[in-house]
C-alpha cells in the first residue's frame, strides 16, 4: 500500500540546510520516493504558524518509506539540518481510502 511521507520545516540557517536538501533528492529516489510537492505557496488554515516549508513524499509502501528515513545515508544528510539550522516534524503514514479505522 502507498504511504506518504510528510514533514514541515523551519529553515534557521538556509546556507547548511541547503546541504541537506542538496543530498536527500536522491535518497528518496534510491527508496522509490516521489516528491509530490516540496516548497511552494501555502496558507495556514488552522494551528500554530511556525512551520515556513512542507514537504509530501510518496513512497511505494510503509516500509519503503521507514527504511529511507533510517537509512545512513538520510541520517547522515540530516546532520546537516540537526544541528539546529532547521527545525523538522516528519510523519509517515499509509494511505488509506478515508474511511478506516481511527
Known amino acids: 500500500m502507498t504511504a506518504y511521507w510528510m514533514a514541515r520545516s ?3 540557517t538556509p546556507e547548511n540546510y541547503s546541504k541537506y536538501t542538496a543530498l536527500v533528492g536522491d535518497i528518496l529516489k534510491k527508496y522509490g520516493g516521489k516528491p509530490l510537492s516540496r516548497g511552494g505557496k ?5 494551528g500554530p504558524d511556525y512551520f515556513e516549508r512542507f514537504v ?5 509502501t510503509f516500509e519503503d518509506a521507514v527504511a529511507c528515513f533510517e537509512s545512513d545515508e538520510y541520517q547522515a544528510a540530516a ?3 540537526r544541528d539546529g ?17 481511527n
Do not use: C, L, Y
Open 56 to 60: 509530501i513524499v510518496e513512497f511505494p
Open 10 to 12: 523551519k529553515i534557521n
Open 42 to 46: 501555502f496558507q495556514m488554515m488552522e
Open 85 to 101: 539550522s532547521g527545525e523538522v516534524e516528519t510523519v509517515i503514514m499509509d494511505a488509506t481510502d478515508g474511511m478506516g479505522a
Open 79 to 81: 546532520e546537516h539540518r
